[in-house]
């Protein structure tokens, strides 16, 4: 019997990722790596962990072992995976009502109520179909305790359940939902291997010199909101390495990520585009369009993303910085992702 070859990273997209970290306003630094069914790996490291300033010539180049900032990769590889464990565990329903476990939640007459955001339930907030915002300025509120217990009081307004509107305000509620069930902070959570809270600065790749904070940010979260809650929240506030990030790229995609009940609704279409953690593939979908209907991802604004497909056994992420050192370029990351998504799949298929 014929061996079927390992995944590979063929010449374009290396050349493509080179590319991107040598021009103006691009990242410094990228991470590929790709897993197939049979669990086999590539990986690629390319560019600089920080290029403004320029490190010193003693410091470590980039190597697998660095840290990158997940940003929203938090929401399925954090979030809503501890949400689906404590299902599994019998500890709460993904139909349950937000108020059930936030009873504090808006609780003043005419702040919230059956009809409103108490009663939107758990797979509202996981499917960014609860009827929030997308975002609020909570950093400019104060210090992270008045933040923390502002934003449960807060009357927060919410339109009709159902329509999707992308929501870092939802997956917050989720993290104090899991801070509420376990009794400590979301740091406080194991993390797998390869994934972190607290990042070594120096092992880190940079993100932006943050006009917020006034300094270049290594090894602390880049979202102002997240960074204002103590570092961590639901949205945001995970680091990994491209292993760590990789693993779970390979237990999406063969099974193992939680258990097979509980995996498998968590990958199964629930409102339009979405799964209860990804983004399902379609027009316009960061993992390309070559992708199978079956695949599944997420991005993390950072410049950072995981894709599964398993309909064609593979599975990659892509780190990058590409907010390093200001978020404010012409540099097109969504081009940068359908690019590397589609050469991989092209290169698979062969």
């Excluded at 991107?20 to 669990?39: F, R, Y």
């Excluded at 995976?81 to 007459?109: F, K, S, V």
């Excluded at 943050?210 to 102002?224: A, K, N, V, Y």
Aim: with cysteine; hydrophobic share 40%; aromatic share 6%.
């Amino acid at each position: 019997m014929s061996r079927v070859p390992g995944p590979v990273i063929p010449g374009v997209t290396r050349a493509l990722l080179e590319r991107a970290t040598q021009v103006p306003g691009g990242p410094s630094a990228a991470a590929l790596g790709v897993v197939n069914a049979a669990g086999e790996r590539a990986t690629l490291l390319l560019g600089t962990p920080q290029r403004t300033p320029a490190l010193p010539a003693e410091a470590p180049p980039l190597d697998g072992a660095f840290w990158w900032d997940l940003a929203s990769l938090t929401k399925p590889l954090l979030t809503a995976r501890e949400i689906l464990r404590a299902a599994e565990r019998g500890q709460l329903d993904l139909d349950d009502p937000l108020g059930a476990h936030l009873p504090d939640l808006a609780w003043m007459p005419g702040q919230g109520n059956e009809s409103g955001l108490r009663g939107r339930t758990l797979r509202h907030l996981l499917t960014h179909s609860a009827g929030l915002h997308a975002w609020a300025k909570l950093f400019t509120w104060g210090d992270g305790r008045t933040i923390r217990a502002r934003f449960l009081h807060e009357p927060w307004p919410v339109s009709e359940a159902g329509p999707v509107v992308y929501s870092d305000l939802g997956y917050v509620l989720l993290g104090r939902v899991l801070e509420r069930l376990h009794g400590h902070p979301l740091r406080d959570l194991p993390p797998d291997d390869g994934l972190t809270f607290t990042p070594d600065p120096a092992r880190s790749v940079a993100t932006e010199h943050c006009l917020w904070r006034e300094r270049l940010l290594r090894g602390e979260t880049h979202d102002e909101n997240a960074a204002a809650m103590g570092g961590v929240a639901g949205h945001a506030g995970l680091f990994g390495t491209l292993g760590g990030v990789l693993r779970q790229a390979e237990l999406l995609l063969r099974g193992g990520w939680l258990s097979p009940a509980a995996q498998a609704e968590a990958l199964r279409p629930q409102v339009e585009d979405r799964t209860l953690a990804f983004v399902t593939a379609g027009p316009g979908w960061s993992g390309g369009g070559l992708a199978s209907p079956a695949a599944f991802g997420h991005t993390g604004f950072t410049g950072t993303g995981l894709w599964v497909d398993p309909a064609r056994g593979l599975a990659w992420t892509l780190l990058t910085n590409r907010v390093h050192p200001t978020r404010h370029t012409g540099f097109d990351i969504q081009g940068l992702r359908r690019a590397v998504g589609n050469t991989l799949l092209a290169a698979q298929d062969g």
